[in-house]
C-alpha cells in the first residue's frame, strides 16, 4: 500500500489543523492506520492508531486529548485532528499502516511538516 500525506503547515500555538493520509495499492480497510512523528533531532514517535473499521483508537500521552485520529475506508483515507496546538507539537508527521496481526508497521508514507510557533 502507498500512502501519502498531507495538510501540514504553520500555525500558531492553540491552533488547530487537520492531516490527511490517503492510501492506494491494496485493500485499505484490511490495515491498522498510525500516525507518528519526529522532531529533529528526536527519535520517531507514536502518535495515535486506529482499527480496520475504526472502533479502536489509541493515543500517545502527550497528544491524548487534543488530537483525535478518524478514517473513511470509503475514501482511503486517514486523518488526523490536531487541536490546541503547542510548540512541542512541531514535527514531521508520517501515516503508516499495518495488518492486525503485524507487530511492526509496514508502510510507510511521506511525512508533512508541521510547526507551530509561539
Known amino acids: 500500500v502507498q500512502l501519502q500525506a498531507s495538510g501540514g503547515g504553520l500555525v500558531q500555538t492553540g491552533d488547530s489543523l487537520r492531516l490527511s493520509c490517503a492510501a492506494s495499492?491494496?485493500?485499505?480497510?484490511?490495515?491498522?492506520m498510525a500516525w507518528f512523528r519526529q522532531a529533529p533531532g528526536s527519535e520517531r514517535k507514536f502518535v495515535a492508531r486506529?482499527?480496520?473499521?475504526?472502533?479502536?483508537?489509541g493515543y500517545g500521552e502527550l497528544v491524548k486529548g487534543r488530537f483525535a485520529i478518524s478514517r473513511d475506508n470509503t475514501k482511503n483515507t486517514v486523518y488526523l485532528q490536531m487541536n490546541n496546538l503547542k510548540p512541542e507539537d512541531t514535527a514531521v508527521y508520517s501515516c503508516?499502516?499495518?495488518?492486525?496481526?503485524?507487530?511492526?508497521?509496514?508502510?510507510w508514507g511521506l511525512g508533512t511538516q508541521v510547526t507551530v510557533s509561539s
Open positions: 503508516a499502516a499495518k495488518t492486525f496481526a503485524r507487530k511492526e508497521y509496514d508502510y
Open positions: 495499492g491494496r485493500t485499505f480497510g484490511d490495515y491498522v
Open positions: 486506529i482499527s480496520q473499521s475504526g472502533s479502536d483508537k
